[in-house]
């Protein structure tokens, strides 16, 4: 296997530059709005201005006359999708809002029409024209100010070890941590474009993350044959997690085609994205934490409550993380969700261990005060060597490595235990630090590999890229197992008719379809060794070999999967480390992050340009969350009043510091032959936790609930 493993990973992945580059730089790449198929029609929604109640009318009329309109659908008019039929025995929560399908109203700016006309600015002119009136009910946004009574908990309070032992300790602490609405907010918007061939035949054109995924769910809404609908993704212009699953608007387009009978494009505008593709849940933590003089963790209690649509539930279990980061004999867990008039969140990168890690990890940096013991030799004095739930080896962890690479290149040295302690040019400077985990899960992945005549090589799999370079990493794998130079390569992906691949997320990609490329490849060339015989290289002319066999090609199709041997021995996980120094102004508050140092141990890096990007992108996303992401509702309206880019506040250049990535780089041999874990979810978590630390570390203030605004340290 060793061996195995040092083959898999080419020489060349230092420098070697993303393969779809050019064509994202130069606008040669396609994202779904950008297709024009004949007689292109053009969607825009009406969304409902109140937060709950129902419809009582809508007057298209003047909508109808304007210029250019084809069709204005609403609930009274729109053909029925025959997959959203209500069940005969609705549950409380009957799942996602069925799009025109009734005249309830869960949350503020719930689509109500939508208008089709044959160009954008004539759709979007009628769609203002759209009037409702409603039966309004007082709706509620605002969580409760005792958050923490009269929620329906989500499962049961798990226990391990004694409940509550935290109190026992001789130093403990317990605090309340808040994460506000975070919001997804891509570059691209979330668009489609559908066309009808038939019937019961349908190509889309789509923002996902999952080609064959949103295939099957529109196959079932519209009760159509799965092989009859045909999905592209080709480029997604980010995600992470947003384009998960099929949206109210995505079925809006689908039924707007079939309607008028021609292709339909719908584009969200920016401010639709905050309530119609999911967010990062409010999230209210409270952590009690103790230990012994000599640090060690005598009990953990986590509990949360996150933020769900009153329609449906989501659940993302932001109290995972303590149950498994550190060895502590007695965790306590207790989960519960919130109902409110606003639409569904989803998962959001690094979903509940990037909430849980904030306030877990919080907690741990105050008790390094109370004890006197440094934070990085804090989480070294309880390092879990087995996985504390179920006492199973891990498949590979070299955290303790990631700690000390990291606090090396950060100059922890210069950190001092007494908060405000040290100064430079007027500004107060602090050091922290926030680790995290997220499992290191395998899919299953079909690839085809097809050695043409020419000596090029073809991989196809229905995997989107979501943006971390998937189309890259896979090259580099085929590379160096075919012995070709990678412009001879070719990965084709993002269309549902290609061989099955599951969705880009939970940070699985590159184990699950990078292993079905390693062993598609590895099955091609031993059809050439055995076409050869025994005098074959490890690297042969696949061409002539082609040539004087008088074959037009070779190709194999190859399914891959995690073995259950693998997964019922071994705990996986990725885990990483992030270390902040900030400066923090004192007389205005003002915060600045002076310089970040990533660590990942993620397995083998098989392409580290990309995976450098990658680290970067958490790590910054990290510091969106704790300086600045906050989507804030005006509770009199139910209403987001910053849903745009102006003042939804983001990291931009100006904010970004020196930023180093560093890789453990050492191969986990279980989870696929290459020994690579994802990362793309670690890269986040612990970060806000990070900058949190590191600014009590300068300041002597504890900023508990997100963002750390100036006003907040004054």
Same mark, same amino acid.
């Given at each position: 296997m060793?061996?195995?493993i040092?083959t898999?990973i080419?020489s060349?992945?230092d420098?070697m530059s993303r393969?779809?580059?050019r ?6 790449a ?10 292109l029609a053009?969607?825009v929604l009406a969304g409902?201005?109140i937060a709950k109640g =129902?419809v ?6 003047r909508? #109808?006359?304007a210029?250019?309109v084809?069709?204005?659908?609403t ?5 029925k999708?025959?997959g ?7 549950t ?9 399908n009734?005249?309830?109203?869960h949350?503020?700016?719930q689509?109500?029409a939508?208008?089709i ?6 759709a979007l002119?009628?769609?203002s024209?759209?009037?409702?009136t409603?039966n309004?009910?007082a ?5 409760p100010?005792d958050?923490s009574m009269?929620?329906a908990?989500w499962g049961k309070d ?8 935290w ?7 317990e605090q309340?941590?808040v ?6 907010n891509p ?6 474009? %559908?066309?009808?061939d ?11 993350q999952?080609?064959?995924?949103t295939?099957?769910?529109i196959?079932?809404a519209?009760?159509?044959?799965a092989a009859?609908?045909q999905?592209i ?8 997690g ?8 995505e079925?809006a387009?689908i039924?707007g085609?079939k309607l008028v009978?021609?292709p339909v494009?719908?584009?969200?505008h920016?401010?639709d994205m905050? =309530? ?5 849940p409010y999230?209210?933590?409270k ?6 003089a000599?640090g060690?963790?005598v ?8 933020q769900t649509?009153?329609?449906e539930?989501f659940?993302?279990g932001p109290?995972?993380v303590s149950?498994?980061?550190y060895a502590?004999?007695?965790v306590?867990?207790?989960?519960k969700?919130l109902s409110?008039?606003i639409?569904?969140p989803?998962w959001?990168r690094g ?8 306030a @877990?990890e919080?907690?741990?940096?105050e008790l390094s005060y109370?004890v006197?013991?440094?934070?990085v030799?804090?989480? +070294?004095?309880?390092y879990a060597k087995?996985?504390p739930?179920?006492g199973?080896p891990?498949?590979?962890k070299y955290l303790d490595?990631?700690?000390?690479m990291?606090a090396d ?8 235990q #007494?908060a405000?302690a040290v100064?430079?040019d007027?500004?107060?400077v602090g050091y922290?630090?926030?680790g995290g985990?997220f499992g290191?899960y395998?899919?299953?992945a =079909?690839?085809?590999a097809?050695?043409?005549?020419d000596?090029t ?7 989107t ?10 090259v580099?794998?085929?590379a160096?197992?075919?012995g070709l130079p990678?412009?001879?390569?070719k990965?084709?992906m993002g269309?549902s008719s ?8 939970g940070s ?8 079905a490329v ?15 015989g ?6 042969p ?7 004087d066999k008088?074959l037009?090609g +070779?190709d194999?199709?190859?399914?891959s999967?995690?073995g259950a041997d693998?997964?019922?021995?071994y705990?996986?996980q990725?885990?990483?480390?992030h270390? =902040?120094?900030? @400066? ?5 508050g ?5 310089k970040?140092?990533?660590v990942?141990?993620?397995?083998k890096?098989?392409s580290q340009?990309?995976?450098r ?8 996303g ?5 300086l600045m992401?906050d989507a804030i509702?005006?509770?009199?309206y139910?209403r ?8 939804y506040h983001v990291p931009v250049?100006a904010?970004?510091p020196q ?8 191969p986990?041999?279980?989870?696929? %032959?290459m020994?690579?874990k994802g990362m ?6 612990g970060m806000a936790a990070?900058?949190?630390n ?8 504890r900023v508990r609930d997100l963002?750390i605004t100036?006003?907040? +340290?004054?």
């Open positions: 060793e061996e195995a040092k898999a080419p060349s992945a420098g393969i779809d580059g064509a994202k730089v130069t606008g040669k396609k994202y779904a709005a950008e297709y024009r198929p004949d007689g053009y969607g409902s201005t =129902t009582t009318a809508i007057d298209i009329a909508a #109808e006359k210029p250019g084809l069709a204005v659908v609930h009274f008019n729109s053909p999708v025959p959203h039929q209500k069940p005969k025995k609705p409380k929560k009957a799942g996602p809002i069925l799009v025109f009734d005249n309830v109203i949350y503020n700016g689509p109500i939508m208008v006309a044959d160009t954008y600015e004539r002119y009628a769609a024209l759209v009037k409702a409603y309004k009910q709706h509620d946004t605002k969580p100010s958050i009269g929620i908990p798990s226990v391990r070890g004694e409940a509550d032992a109190k026992n300790a001789p130093f403990k602490l309340e941590y994460i506000p609405t975070e919001v997804h570059m691209e918007l979330h668009a489609i474009i %559908a066309k009808w038939g019937a019961d035949k349908l190509t889309v054109w789509d923002k996902t999952g080609t064959q995924a295939r099957d769910d196959a079932k519209f009760n159509i044959p009859n609908v999905v993704a080709k480029f997604v212009g980010g995600a992470f947003s384009a998960l699953q099929v949206w109210p608007h079925i387009a039924l085609a009978r021609r494009k719908l584009v969200l920016r401010q905050f =309530t119609s593709v999911g967010h990062r999230t209210w933590q952590v009690g934490i103790g230990a012994t000599d060690k963790l009990g953990i209690t986590h509990e949360a409550v996150g649509s009153t329609y539930d659940a993302e109290i995972n149950k498994g980061l502590c004999p007695n306590t867990t207790r989960y969700l409110l008039n639409g569904t989803t959001m979903p509940g261990e990037a909430t849980g890690a904030f @877990l919080s907690a741990l940096d109370q006197k013991i440094d934070p030799q804090l989480r +070294l004095i309880n087995v996985d739930e179920n199973k891990y498949s590979s490595e990631a700690y000390k990291g290149q950060i100059g922890w040295e210069n950190r001092r #007494e405000g100064k430079k007027g500004w107060l922290g630090m926030g985990m290191a395998r899919d299953s =079909t690839v085809k097809v050695m043409r005549a000596g090589l073809l991989l196809q799999t229905a995997v890229d979501i943006g971390p370079g998937t189309g890259t990493a896979m580099l794998i085929a160096d197992i075919m990678a412009d001879k390569i990965f084709e269309d290609l061989p099955n691949a599951p969705m880009q997320g699985a990609t590159t184990a699950t379809v990078g292993g390693y062993d598609a490849c590895t099955e091609l060339k031993q059809k050439f060794q055995k076409l050869i025994n005098g074959g290289t490890d690297n002319d696949y061409a002539k070999i082609l040539s008088n037009a +070779l194999v199709t190859t399914q999967s995690l693998a997964q019922n021995k705990s996986m990725a885990w990483s480390v270390f =902040t120094r900030v @400066l923090v102004h004192p007389a205005t003002v915060v600045k992050i002076d970040v140092v990533s990942a141990d993620s397995g890096v098989i340009k990309t995976a990007s990658q680290l970067i992108g958490g790590a910054i990290g510091i969106g969350m704790a992401e509702i005006d509770h009199r139910g987001y009043v910053n849903n745009n880019f102006a003042d250049n904010d970004i930023m180093e990535a560093l890789f453990v780089n050492k986990d041999s279980h989870i696929n %032959a020994g690579a793309a979810e670690i890269s986040l978590i990070a900058v949190a590191a600014v009590f570390n300068a300041t002597g203030k963002p100036p006003d907040k +340290l004054i």
